[in-house]
């Protein structure tokens, strides 16, 4: 089961809408299929390791992350070709929180004469599908928020300092392999006006475009600013409020940049959006220690999701 969590986290951040599950067929002792959910959502990890496998699937035991679906949707259940193909045992990290079909892909398994064994790994597979579990039962994505501070606390310097560089190169990359397993990676203006951020992957051979947004209650994004300037190459949207100049969306339009306006709650924050308290669901901290070279140290292994004090990323 590690090997199948494993490979099902190469696909985070390509596989959505639906979840990243991996899935290895075991034969004798021996893996002779693997799979991952492909980039897009289909085909399953599990269709993939079966095709991989061919003939050699008949008797094995299946490893998968997340339950089979059981469903017909853009393509027909997983339980179908998990049949067909004569597999002996199946071993699910988990059960499918989503309510309205859990357990009913395991429940098919066991009516066709396989044996169901549930739990094995399955707190690093909620980990791991965290964004599908919440989708399903919360309606919203999943939520980390990236934070990097100085050993006295500060993340930031003044205000008429030169732009504080607090991570190292460990930490940066382990930042762009956060934001490669993320849809969304999300700013507030306050950010994006004192950084000039690009908010983009920057690994080697790696090309994902995470969704850029911005919070800019009143539009003060500047059009030459390396958000809006690139908006045409990278998706960008800002959320606006109601009373934001016209002018100025119009120009960030021009851009390419996608305007939504919302509603504002009484503290002056678009209606919806929690900063504090359960809005949350993971913390990476990188900080930086004074008897130590700039290194990252992360409180949380895997991020899926949401905003920032400076930086916020977000997964279904």
């Not at 460990?170 to 956060?178: E, S």
Request: glycine fraction near 12%; proline fraction near 7%; aromatic fraction near 2%.
């Amino acid at each position: 089961m590690t090997a199948a969590l494993d490979l099902g986290s190469w696909s985070l951040g390509l596989a959505a809408p639906n979840p990243s599950v991996g899935a290895i067929l075991v034969r004798h002792g021996a893996a002779v299929g693997r799979g991952a959910t492909a980039p897009g959502g289909r085909p399953h990890g599990e269709r993939i390791a079966i095709q991989r496998a061919g003939e050699a699937a008949r008797s094995a035991t299946l490893y998968v992350t997340l339950e089979p679906c059981s469903h017909t949707g853009v393509s027909p259940p997983c339980v179908d070709a998990i049949i067909a193909a004569g597999v002996a045992r199946v071993v699910s990290a988990m059960e499918d929180p989503n309510p309205l079909v859990g357990g009913q892909g395991h429940a098919r398994l066991r009516a066709a004469g396989i044996a169901v064994t549930v739990g094995p790994g399955e707190a690093q597979a909620r980990r791991d599908h965290l964004g599908h579990v919440l989708r399903v039962t919360a309606g919203r994505p999943c939520v980390t928020l990236k934070l990097a501070e100085t050993a006295d606390g500060f993340a930031s310097g003044g205000a008429h300092d030169a732009r504080l560089r607090i991570t190292g190169p460990i930490a940066d990359l382990r930042v762009q392999v956060m934001r490669s397993t993320h849809e969304a990676i999300m700013v507030g203006v306050g950010t994006a006006l004192a950084d000039d951020p690009a908010l983009t992957v920057r690994l080697p051979g790696v090309d994902l475009k995470p969704l850029r947004v911005v919070l800019d209650t009143h539009l003060r994004l500047p059009v030459r600013s390396r958000l809006a300037a690139t908006a045409r190459d990278v998706p960008t949207l800002v959320i606006a409020g109601p009373d934001a100049p016209d002018e100025a969306s119009r120009r960030l339009v021009d851009l390419g940049v996608a305007i939504e306006r919302v509603g504002l709650d009484a503290g002056g924050l678009p209606i919806g959006l929690q900063i504090i308290g359960d809005a949350w669901d993971e913390v990476m901290v990188l900080c930086v220690l004074a008897h130590l070279e700039r290194t990252g140290v992360a409180a949380a292994r895997r991020p899926p999701g949401a905003i920032d004090l400076l930086e916020l990323a977000a997964r279904t």
